[in-house]
T-cell receptor, first 114, second 112 residues
Framework: GEDVEQSLFLSVREGDSSVINCTYTDSSSTYLYWYKQEPGAGLQLLTYIFSNMDMKQDQRLTVLLNKKDKHLSLRIADTQTGDSAIYFCAESFNSYNQGGKLIFGQGTELSVKP | EAGVTQFPSHSVIEKGQTVTLRCDPI?????LYWYRRVMGKEIKFLLHFVKESKQDESGMPNNRFLAERTGGTYSTLKVQPAELEDSGVYFC??????????FGQGTRLTVV
């Protein structure tokens, strides 16, 4: 079945790197996503990775995918107080130009201390 | 370009009452989704429209929930009658012909 797991909380100091981890059970997923939810706001798509890729980098964000272990991580370099939010991992099973549902994890609350 | 808009942002109703949530997707997006997050748990899929048709409604919890998408534009999600366990944040999302789905701010529903 489809199941996505994340740790619930992470606390880091400003300037440090943050690593948020996610594991999933269904290896047939095609895309994996990271969404960010700031307090009182909706879900913002941060980045996504195609399942046949190992890594994707976008400015301070690095996504690593280990398909053998079904493990996805999001590294935020030089973490700032504005990065404090809930981060959701999600997977989908559709192709690029098709719609389809996302399976989300519980979200990891990142707290950045000055 | 306007994003996904949801209305209302908050709703407090009594058990047994009816509530209707509205979602306006990004213009031109054929795919529209409803999701729900209950009590800090994972965000769960409810259903998926392609234009005005229900593509996948496997996540709808029971027949107290009715979703419609008139003319393939905005969508409504009605809960009738509401129960305490329906409390949560209801998110709407839309996507076009690409893999990214864009989410609205959510409607926080509290049933008392």
């Amino acid at each position: 079945g489809e199941d996505v797991e994340q740790s619930l909380f992470l606390s880091v100091r400003e300037g440090d790197s943050s690593v948020i981890n996610c594991t999933y059970t269904d290896s047939s997923s095609t895309y994996l996503y990271w969404y960010k939810q700031e307090p009182g706001a909706g879900l913002q798509l941060l980045t996504y990775i195609f399942s046949n890729m190992d890594m994707k980098q976008d400015q301070r964000l690095t996504v690593l995918l280990n398909k053998k272990d079904k493990h996805l991580s999001l590294r935020i370099a030089d973490t700032q107080t504005g990065d404090s939010a809930i981060y959701f991992c999600a997977e989908s099973f559709n192709s690029y130009n098709q719609g389809g549902k996302l399976i989300f994890g519980q979200g990891t609350e990142l707290s950045v201390k000055p | 370009e306007a994003g996904v808009t949801q209305f209302p942002s908050h709703s407090v109703i009594e058990k047994g009452q009816t509530v209707t949530l509205r979602c306006d997707p990004i213009s031109g997006h054929d795919n529209l989704y409803w999701y729900r997050r209950v009590m800090g748990k994972e965000i769960k899929f409810l259903l998926h429209f392609v234009k005005e048709s229900k593509q996948d409604e496997s996540g709808m919890p029971n027949n107290r929930f009715l979703a419609e998408r008139t003319g393939g534009t905005y969508s409504t999600l009605k809960v009738q009658p509401a129960e305490l366990e329906d409390s949560g944040v209801y998110f709407c999302a839309s996507s076009g012909d690409r893999v990214e789905a864009f989410f609205g701010q959510g409607t926080r529903l509290t049933v008392v």
